[in-house]
């Protein structure tokens, strides 16, 4: 018999306390050249809007949707599909796609939605767009991003990666761990969308601090060539962005799920390196705290980007 999962029951009980789910909007939105998917809740008088960057680079805005829904009960969300991936338009010349080019995309996507200022919050991989985006956004329009929060987010560099696919492994037993551990990791520096879906649905279950959570959850799919060719790129060179992010002025919180397979240590290290950042572990936890233990998550979330907004 499978033990019952106590994350599971948290997540269930917490969900019993939300109200209705606000609805999502779709829009093209046209920036750079490229259609856009953008998807956004109702708006929220005198609220700064939160845009919502999903990770994984091969997935679309359903990554992170529903499962912020609760943040729209204080403020609009924004979500979109990046270049190439879901509902967005593929950009020509997807072989030379890298992360960089996804950071532009968000500025500019912002002057397109007419918005003067918002928040970003990043999770796993899109945590280093948000980083990589805010800091240019901010090199040009100072005031264009009011609070960044970064969740689970990817490292400054890349020094964090060569040892994760050994962590995923101890992590997992029986036929989950076999699975994972047959991947020859190499593989992944080519962009191959079939190797990059099937290694990200392996490693799925080593995001959880739970692993009876992780039973309860189906893997997501991702179908994004463009994504592919981003990651691929990012494996095969690797990246350092501390010259990128020196100059990073904006108030940052780092909330990192202290059980996750991207250890808490690199959390750590981002929170030293930006000038106003600061760190909010979020125990038994571990990828994905909103499911995992979402009243410490969306407490340490809200009560941060109400830190010095205007009242509603």
């Given at each position: 018999?499978?033990?019952?999962?106590?994350?599971?029951?948290?997540?269930?009980?917490?969900?019993?306390?939300?109200?209705?789910?606000?609805?999502?909007?779709?829009?093209?939105?046209?920036?750079?050249?490229?259609?856009?998917?953008?998807?956004?809740?109702?708006?929220?008088?005198?609220?700064?809007?939160?845009?919502?960057?999903?990770?994984?680079?091969?997935?679309?805005?359903?990554?992170?949707?529903?499962?912020?829904?609760?943040?729209?009960?204080?403020?609009?969300?924004?979500?979109?599909?990046?270049?190439?991936?879901?509902?967005?338009?593929?950009?020509?010349?997807?072989?030379?796609?890298?992360?960089?080019?996804?950071?532009?995309?968000?500025?500019?996507?912002?002057?397109?939605?007419?918005?003067?200022?918002?928040?970003?919050?990043?999770?796993?991989?899109?945590?280093?767009?948000?980083?990589?985006?805010?800091?240019?956004?901010?090199?040009?329009?100072?005031?264009?991003?009011?609070?960044?929060?970064?969740?689970?987010?990817?490292?400054?560099?890349?020094?964090?990666?060569?040892?994760?696919?050994?962590?995923?492994?101890?992590?997992?037993?029986?036929?989950?761990?076999?699975?994972?551990?047959?991947?020859?990791?190499?593989?992944?520096?080519?962009?191959?969308?079939?190797?990059?879906?099937?290694?990200?649905?392996?490693?799925?279950?080593?995001?959880?601090?739970?692993?009876?959570?992780?039973?309860?959850?189906?893997?997501?799919?991702?179908?994004?060539?463009?994504?592919?060719?981003?990651?691929?790129?990012l494996r095969r060179e690797g990246y350092d962005w501390r010259d990128r992010l020196r100059d990073l002025r904006v108030p940052?919180?780092?909330?990192?799920?202290?059980?996750?397979?991207?250890?808490?240590?690199?959390?750590?290290?981002?929170?030293?390196?930006?000038?106003?950042?600061?760190?909010?572990?979020?125990?038994?936890?571990?990828?994905?705290?909103?499911?995992?233990?979402?009243?410490?998550?969306?407490?340490?979330?809200?009560?941060?980007?109400?830190?010095?907004?205007?009242?509603?």
């Open positions: 018999m499978t033990p019952p999962s106590p994350a599971l029951a948290r997540y269930l009980a917490f969900r019993r306390t939300l109200p209705p789910r606000p609805p999502l909007e779709a829009h093209m939105v046209r920036a750079r050249g490229l259609d856009f998917a953008v998807y956004t809740t109702p708006a929220v008088a005198h609220a700064t809007p939160l845009l919502c960057i999903n990770g994984g680079m091969i997935f679309d805005h359903t990554l992170l949707w529903p499962a912020l829904a609760v943040l729209a009960t204080q403020r609009q969300l924004v979500f979109y599909d990046q270049r190439g991936r879901g509902a967005s338009s593929i950009p020509p010349g997807a072989a030379a796609s890298r992360i960089e080019f996804d950071a532009g995309d968000v500025p500019a996507l912002r002057e397109a939605l007419g918005i003067t200022q918002w928040d970003i919050l990043g999770h796993s991989w899109g945590g280093g767009i948000a980083m990589l985006a805010a800091a240019l956004d901010t090199a040009s329009s100072p005031d264009a991003v009011r609070r960044l929060v970064l969740v689970n987010a990817v490292g400054v560099t890349s020094e964090w990666l060569p040892p994760l696919h050994a962590t995923g492994v101890a992590r997992l037993t029986g036929a989950a761990r076999d699975a994972l551990a047959a991947f020859d990791v190499r593989a992944l520096e080519h962009p191959d969308l079939t190797t990059h879906a099937a290694y990200a649905q392996a490693y799925f279950p080593a995001w959880f601090a739970d692993p009876a959570f992780a039973r309860n959850v189906s893997p997501p799919r991702g179908d994004s060539v463009t994504g592919a060719y981003v990651v691929a790129r940052t919180l780092v909330v990192h799920g202290a059980a996750d397979a991207l250890p808490l240590s690199e959390a750590e290290r981002t929170s030293r390196f930006l000038t106003q950042a600061r760190l909010e572990p979020i125990a038994d936890a571990g990828h994905n705290p909103f499911w995992e233990a979402p009243d410490a998550f969306f407490a340490a979330v809200q009560a941060f980007l109400t830190e010095g907004a205007p009242p509603s």
